[in-house]
């Protein structure tokens, strides 16, 4: 019985711990995808409409997020929903900065 409590206790602070990391790495992710857009804008790379397009992108990973944090916990099943998510905006980013529509 003594030995079971610790070993809950690290399993525990072990799924804790490991959704705070995954949680701060969909936040980072998420503020390059930002700043990428935003230095887009400001270079001329994304027309209005697809900044627009970019951004309700963003914001569908955040509603995601959400209600998978809602729970209080990220299953390994959101967790690849939300990183899927984040690989393809990711490159739509890539795409519409590089098709050589200006302003």
Do not use: C, W
Request: hydrophobic residues 30%.
């Amino acid at each position: 019985m003594k030995t079971l409590k610790p070993i809950a206790m690290g399993i525990a602070s072990t799924l804790l711990f490991g959704n705070f990391v995954f949680a701060s790495t969909v936040n980072q992710r998420e503020r390059n995808q930002q700043r990428r857009i935003a230095h887009g804008v400001r270079d001329g790379e994304l027309t209005r409409n697809e900044a627009r397009k970019l951004e309700k992108e963003q914001a569908k990973i955040r509603r995601d997020e959400a209600r998978a944090k809602a729970d209080g916990d990220f299953t390994p099943k959101e967790r690849a929903r939300i990183q899927r998510e984040q690989d393809r905006a990711s490159r739509d980013i890539y795409r519409e900065t590089h098709d050589n529509q200006t302003r």
